[in-house]
T-cell receptor
């Protein structure tokens, strides 16, 4: 089955810096790659997703890139703000099969 | 429309007692997941239901844990003979087989075993 690895487990940046979180997946059939943000005490919520027919997707300060050949995808956050502090989870699935999550990255943005 | 609803929000139980946690998925969502999240930790997969297919139970940590989904909608996670290490937030999520494959999470049930 699918296995998703996520790095780093923790990431500390200064406000205004960029943050990058990386994930690798094992199942070449996977074609859907969402990213979830979980703020303290709250439920995970989708912030951006990408499908395997595109290599990059942007939404304001966040972007996701996908390298199908290498089977890895990354979340990029530019101009980080304290409210970006949260735990971020990547995930992968093949079509509408089971969504498999990474282990999470705790991002801390210091003012 | 309503999102994923879980009940109760909080549950305190004595060690050795059985508990039932309920999840009401978004109407029409065929996929339903249960996860466990200990304080400061990641999402531990427990079980996955997809339509009428046999559930993927590969994440259940012991035979004290079981789950069912009646009528393809509401799901109940049952923990028998609870132990202190079962204390965690239990999250339910659902997704559709049409359109986006996005998983929507409930607010979770915080279980405390004393």
């Amino acid at each position: 089955g699918e296995n998703v690895e996520q790095h780093p487990s923790t990431l500390s940046v200064q406000e205004g810096d960029s943050a990058v979180i990386k994930c690798t997946y094992s199942d070449s059939a996977s074609n859907y790659f969402p990213w979830y943000k979980q703020e303290l005490g709250k439920r995970p919520q989708l912030i951006i997703d990408i499908r395997s027919n595109v290599g990059e997707k942007k939404d304001q300060r966040i972007a996701v890139t996908l390298n199908k050949t290498a089977k890895h995808f990354s979340l990029h956050i530019t101009e980080t703000q304290p409210e970006d502090s949260a735990v971020y989870f990547c995930a992968a699935s093949a079509g509408f099969q089971k969504l498999v999550f990474g282990t999470g990255t705790r991002l801390l943005v210091s003012p | 429309g309503a999102g994923v609803s879980q009940s109760p929000s909080n549950k305190v139980t004595e060690k050795g007692k059985d508990v039932e946690l309920r999840c009401d998925p978004i109407s029409g969502h065929t996929a339903l997941y249960w996860y466990r999240q200990s304080l400061g930790q990641g999402l531990e997969f427990l079980i996955y239901f997809q339509g009428n297919s046999a559930p993927d139970k590969s994440g259940l940590p012991s035979d004290r844990f079981s789950a069912e989904r009646t009528g393809g909608s509401v799901s109940t996670l049952t923990i028998q003979r609870t132990q202190q290490e079962d204390s965690a937030v239990y999250l339910c999520a659902s997704s559709s087989r049409q359109g986006s494959a996005e998983a929507f999470f409930g607010q979770g049930t915080r279980l405390t075993v004393v």
